[in-house]
C-alpha cells in the first residue's frame, strides 16, 4: 500500500521563477517547494522543482542568501545596494524583474511583488506563455482584460494563490473534476460565489473607533501573518474588495454572482451556492502554505506542510454581513466591475496612493477607503486595450488621490 499523499504520476521536473521572493508569499513558496523536494526524495510526490531566477524590491541581503541557498544565478532587484556575487546575473531597475522573465525560460512564475508594481512582470509572463501562479491580485484587478486575453492566446495559466480563490477552484472543481485552470467560465449550476474576510485588525471596532487609528494597530492582524500593505487592506477590507474584482476575471463571474461575508475564524475560505441551494465550501486553517502547494502541484495532493486543521477545535463558525457604511470597499469593487475598463485600475491606485500616505503618517486610517470612494465619483471609466491605458488610469487617479490627500491629510 503507497504511504498517503503518494500519486502515480510520471517523473517531471517544473523550472520557477520567484518574483517578490523575500516577501511573505515569496519566502512561504519557497518553504513550501523544498517540502516538495523532500517528498520527491523520498519517492511521494512526481516534480521536482528548481529555482531558476528569484526577484525583490531592495532586500539585497536576503535575496543574495536565498540565490546562496537556492543556487540561483539570475536575480532581479528594483535598486542596486549592495555588490552582488561574481556569480550572479543581477538585474537592477524599475523593469528588472521583467527583464528576469524576458531572459529566463521557466515552467511557473509566481508573481507576488505587491501592488501594480508587480503588473508588467506578471503580464510579461502570460505573454511568454509561461504558467503564473499569482498572488498579486493587481494584476487582474487593474489589467484584467488585457492579462486574460493574453493567457487565452498564449495558453498560460493563472493559478490563484491566494487562500480565498484557492478555495473556490477548489469547489469548483468539486463540481467538474475535468474543469481546467482559471481563467475559465464558471458553470451556470453555480448561482454565486461567496469570499469570507477576517474583518481584519479592526473587526471589533466601530468606525468612529479608529478614525485615527495608529499604523502599528492597523498592522497587528488577529490570523494572518501577511505584508504590511495586505494588512491594511484586510482592515479597510478592500483586500477583499479587490479579491472579488480577481474573482470575476478569474471565474468569469459578475457582480451579481459574487459576494463575501465576514468569518472571523477564517476557516472557511470559499463557498459555493449552488441552484439547487446546496453549498459547497473549503475549509483550513489560516495558512498560506496550502493554496500554494495546491497551485504548485497543479490540484494534486501530496503530503502537505501547511497546519493540519481539526474540527474537534474549531469551536463555533461565524458569519455575519458586511456593513456598507462600515466597510464601503465592497460596494466599490461591485460599481468597479459593473463599469469595466478601466475602473478596476482607478481603484487600485486611489487605494495605492491612500495607503502609503497613512503608513507614511500623511493621512489618518478612516480616510482610506473615503479617498478611494472620492476618486471613484469622479471617474468616468475608458475602456483599456493596452498597458498604457491601465498605466494611464493609474497615473489619473493617482493624482486626484493626492488631491484628496492633500486637503485630508494628516
Known sequence: MSEPGHHALPSSYKRVIVLGSTGSVGTQTLEVIAHLNRLHEQGLHATRYEIVGLAAGKDHRAIFEQAKQWGVRDLALCTAEGVSPEEITLRTGDNAAVRLVDDV?????????????????????????????????????????????AAFETGARLLPLDSEHAGVWQCLAALDHHRPCPPMHSPDCVRRVVLTASGGSFRDN??????????????????????AKVTIDSATLMNKALELIEAHWLFGLPA??????????SIVHAMIECADSSVI??????????????????????????????????????????DPERFPAIGLAMDAINAGGDAGAALNAANEHAVHAFMHHKLPFGQIDRCAQHVMQRWEPSEIA???DVLDADRHARLLAEDFCAVKGA
Open 105 to 149: 525560460d521557466c515552467d511557473l512564475v509566481v508573481g507576488s511583488i505587491v501592488g501594480i508594481a508587480g503588473l508588467r512582470s506578471v503580464l510579461r509572463a502570460v505573454q511568454r506563455g509561461f504558467d503564473v501562479a499569482l498572488a498579486n491580485k493587481e494584476s487582474l484587478v487593474a489589467a484584467g482584460a488585457i492579462v486574460t486575453r
Open 206 to 227: 466601530t468606525r468612529s473607533q479608529i478614525e485615527n487609528a495608529s499604523l502599528n494597530d492597523a498592522l497587528n492582524h488577529p490570523n494572518w501573518d501577511m505584508g
Open 256 to 265: 451579481d454572482k459574487l459576494g463575501a461575508v465576514i468569518h472571523p475564524q
Open 281 to 322: 465550501a473549503q475549509l483550513g486553517e489560516p495558512d498560506m502554505k496550502a493554496p500554494i502547494q495546491y497551485a504548485l502541484c497543479d490540484a494534486h495532493r501530496p503530503l502537505g506542510c501547511a497546519p493540519r486543521l481539526d474540527v474537534t477545535q474549531m469551536g463555533s463558525l461565524d458569519f455575519t454581513e458586511i
Open 386 to 388: 493596452t498597458l498604457d
